[in-house]
């Protein structure tokens, strides 16, 4: 009983750290603290609902998506109001009147669409004086709901875009717009769907919630401290062991987090104390904990709950965002386990002491690949033999393949009920030997297999992401239900009332800290509505776009680091999810137009990772850097230079966006299995050079001409184009008017050709642009032009558009009547730019004889 109490004190100073990075949280007594929890778990419930097949089913308690945004909309703000305080005087153990009145207010302005929908269907864009005076004061409280749960910088962009929209006219310059009125903005930011309840809303309502309900359940069935203890088990006695081991359990606690902030707190009470312990300094710990957490914001299936967002802005399927987020993710990470491993061997530091210190590594290294070979060899049965199953059982599959999971289930709790529990360890004792491995490992296998529904839903069922996260989340609660009575059972000290009471408040917990969580998410996603809202309302991306040009002078380089520092500063002191809107909706338009200006022709996909990957550097990058100042408090380190640390180990992920914009294959974009390993395989040994030449060590201590060939070879494994552009030009240019023999004489249609296009913008300015034309199918060139849907004509020595035909790929592109193609480019036959490897490995090669003569001195000296 004293261990329960114990480890349930242990939870609640947890919780109460991660309320406190993230502007802590009201916890009101009796019957307030009760209602709290009661409409916190009635919000979970709903998403529940709402995702499940069940309305449909039953054939009641359908929602459209507009009235599921407001219903989502009005219990975060209840909520808003009701756990954070106004002031860091406020009280914190009762809720005053003032703030139960706004709470019922803003609730109400917020479900004002769902309670008047027919109403409101009836009179599109003409709102009556009560539409108007609802949409006003919603709108203000929902900026205050945002002060209170986010701090005050997402309201302060917010509240600077609604005046921008409504001074227009007043504007100086090229800021100036026609303006907006009142009405007008009420309309469109709060009764429509292209303000507040517009598409970032209608993501967190339909995806995020139940992926951050989903990773609430895990915490509170025991799966964040298992992987906890999973990592220091694996890696704790290994030089550096607790700073690689929090890098590797903040990885798995990143793949279900939406908070880099909370996800430090979380790990960071364990490792960074243990860091501090084998000898990292304060500022050291702290800024590898950090690094870790927030580096956890870009790895899949998540990604913050980026990734769902990316589906909708980008408009590619979500098996395509996982999988072109995917290899940028990993080599970061692996990149940031060798830079701990660099940083413990110039210190000469040591790891923890292991339980089983007298076990040959050879053992060790047997052990990890047969059980890495044994999940490679059950992944592949599992995936061919459902495959085969599918078939053959028809409708029934399903039930077959669910009974199967359940007995696959019995027996690893039967494995893990033959070991003991893992306790949750106080940061504070001096643990200086690391659990046993196969014991850790045993007791939580169980915990993997949610993970595994989730991401087979996803990428071999292809449900939607909320779809997928139901089932999951579904699966996650019979197993806190059954988990605790079933373990008891096997090792025969059943007591069924007792067992299924706690598994019943797990279930409780976890549905009031999935709505908890989510409280802030959902506020900021509806402000950050309120930015989407004004850009579309105002044109203000093709302002930003100018502002941009003009500070770059046309510089391509210059404009990325303009538009990199902007993401910066414009996701300081925001959560992942806000924090990705924003950027997207603000600067991604301005690197695709300015791009296309000065012949940078990207994926879309590739310039929403760019500004996605400086956004969320935010909340390293001092002086605001949310995640170093929460990491700092634990440390007792100083913020400042943890967020500067910090920084100096993250510039392989700031260096990445860079790199996938010229190289988009690093995102596996039009790459197959076999080159996509080779890419992998290469961009890993580039990465580790990298982080090799930026810590001024690799076999030894590097000098500084070493470090500089080693950031050569880095940059010519990662972009060996570069070098082939300069020896041979990728394309060749030709008359326009001979566009239609070009494409006659394109032999593989995947090879676009360039076009430079003369023309004007959606304002009547002039501007020049570039665009990739791909050759369709055709009998010759004339009709593959006919088949793009463009029609040419030649006019005093010009050639220029003479019709675009309506929906083709033509218009798509952007092409228009009355432009002018002022140069055609045809690729050009070149060998493969892979050739570049070869002089930059040979080069490798060298500093690595360097390096080991200069070693084996210094061993004999």
């Known amino acids: 009983m004293t261990d329960n109490v114990r480890q349930d004190e242990l939870h609640s100073k947890l919780e109460e750290m991660v309320a406190a990075a993230d502007i802590g949280n009201r916890r009101p007594e009796g019957f307030t603290g009760r209602l709290l929890l009661a409409v916190a778990a009635v919000w979970s419930l709903f998403q529940l609902w709402i995702a499940s097949p069940l309305p449909y089913m039953l054939g009641f308690g359908v929602f459209n998506s507009t009235e599921a945004r407001s219903i989502h909309l009005a219990l975060a703000v209840f909520l808003g109001f009701m756990a954070f305080p106004a002031l860091r005087r406020s009280p914190r153990h009762y809720v005053p009147a003032l703030d139960w009145l706004l709470a019922l207010v803003a609730a109400f302005c917020a479900g004002y669409i769902y309670l008047f929908y027919e109403q409101l269907a009836t009179r599109p864009g003409s709102p009556t004086t009560l539409d108007v005076v609802v949409a006003i004061t919603g709108l203000v409280l929902l900026l205050e709901a945002t002060r209170r749960a986010l701090g005050p ?67 509170k069935a025991g799966a964040g401290n298992y992987f906890i203890k999973l990592a220091f088990s694996l890696l704790g006695h290994y030089r550096g062991g607790p700073a ?54 870009i790895m899949p299936p998540v990604m913050g709950a980026a990734a769902f967002l990316m589906v909708e802005y980008v408009g590619i399927p979500y098996t395509e965002v996982i999988k072109h987020a995917f290899l940028p993710a990993v080599i970061s990470y ?46 592949v049965a599992v995936y061919y033999g459902l495959g085969w199953i599918k078939p053959l059982l028809g409708d029934a599959a399903g039930w077959v393949i669910a009974a199967g999971l359940a007995v696959v289930y019995v027996a690893l709790l039967r494995v893990g009920a033959s070991y003991p529990d893992l306790e949750l360890d106080d940061p504070a004792s001096p643990v200086v030997v690391m659990p046993e491995t196969r014991a850790t490992l045993m007791t939580g296998l169980h915990f993997i297999l949610p993970v595994v529904v ?4 996803l990428m ?89 040009e003009l500070l770059s002078m046309g510089n391509l380089m210059l404009m990325l680091i303009l ?39 990207v994926p879309l996909i590739a310039v929403h ?27 007792g380190g100083d913020p400042i230079r943890t967020g500067v640390r910090a920084f100096y180990y993250s510039l392989r992920t700031a260096v990445l966006p860079f790199l996938f914009i010229f190289n988009t294959d690093l995102l596996l974009i039009d790459v197959g299995l076999w080159q996509g390993v080779a890419i992998f395989v290469i961009a890993t040994i580039a990465m580790l050079i990298f982080a090799a030449a930026t810590q001024g060590w690799f076999i030894v201590r590097s000098r500084w001409y070493e470090s500089l060939i080693l950031l050569l070879v880095a940059f010519t494994l990662f972009r060996p184009g570069f070098w082939m552009d300069l020896a041979f030009d990728p394309y060749r240019s030709v008359p326009p008017i001979e566009l239609a023999q070009a494409m006659d004489r394109v032999q593989d249609s995947d090879n676009p050709l360039r076009l430079h296009i003369s023309g004007e913008d959606e304002i009547g300015n002039p501007r020049d642009f570039y665009v990739l034309m791909p050759v369709p199918e055709g009998a010759n060139g004339q009709e593959r032009l006919d088949n793009i849907g463009l029609a040419l004509i030649e006019e005093d020595g010009r050639t220029l558009i003479d019709m675009v035909t309506y929906g083709s790929p033509a218009a798509e592109l952007g092409l ?13 036959e070149r060998r493969r730019k892979e050739w570049m490897w070869i002089p930059g490995l040979l080069l490798l090669a060298g500093v690595v004889a360097l390096q080991m003569r200069r070693a084996r001195t210094e061993v004999h000296a």
Request: charged residues 10%; proline residues 4%; aromatic residues 8%.
């Open 816 to 828: 228009d009547f009355d432009q002018e193609i002022l140069d055609v480019m045809v690729p050009v």
């Open 563 to 601: 538009t990199a520092v902007l993401s910066l500063l414009l996701g300081m002191g925001l959560p992942t999810t806000a924090n990705y809107i924003v950027v997207s909706a603000l600067l991604a338009p301005v690197i695709v137009a300015l791009g296309q200006q000065n012949g940078l022709i």
């Open 454 to 457: 989730l991401v087979w839903c």
């Open 244 to 297: 690689k081991a929090a890098v590797v359990a903040s990885g798995m606690t990143g793949l279900i987090s939406g908070s880099s902030i909370a996800n430090t707190v979380t790990t960071g009470t364990f490792t960074i104390p243990m860091m501090k312990r084998v000898g990292f300094s304060r500022d050291q710990a702290g800024a590898f904990e950090v690094a870790a957490s927030v580096n956890g914001q």
């Open 334 to 379: 692996i990149a940031l386990f060798y830079i701990v491993h660099l940083t413990a061997l110039k210190a000469g530091m040591t790891g923890l002491q292991s339980s089983n210190p007298h076990r040959p590594i050879l053992h060790r290294l047997f052990g990890f690949l047969t059980g890495l070979l044994l999940i490679m060899g059950l992944s």
């Open 460 to 548: 071999v069922e292809r449900l939607s992401p909320g779809m997928s996260a139901f089932w999951a989340t579904v699966f996650m609660i019979v197993i806190m239900l059954t988990q605790h009575p079933l373990i008891a059972l096997f090792r025969r000290q059943s007591n069924p009332g007792r067992d299924l009471r706690r598994g019943i408040d797990d279930v409780g917990a976890g549905l009031v800290a999935g709505a908890r969580n989510m409280i802030g998410i959902g506020i900021a996603t509806a402000t950050a509505g309120i930015i989407v809202g004004a850009v579309s309302q105002t044109g203000v991306g093709l302002v930003l776009a100018d502002l941009v």
């Open 609 to 635: 990772m760019f500004v996605f990957y400086f956004g969320i550097m935010a909340d390293v990058t001092p002086p605001v850097g949310l995640a170093s100042f929460a990491a700092a408090a634990i440390s």
């Open 153 to 219: 910088p997402l309201m302060v962009v917010a509240l600077i875009f609604i005046l921008y929209s409504l001074a227009g006219p007043w504007m100086p310059g090229m800021l100036s717009h026609r303006g907006v009125s009142w009405v007008a903005l009420a309309n469109h930011q709060w009764l429509s769907t292209q303000g507040v309840f517009g598409i970032a809303l209608g993501v967190s309502t339909s995806f995020v919630f139940l992926f951050v309900l989903f990773g609430s359940l895990l915490e």
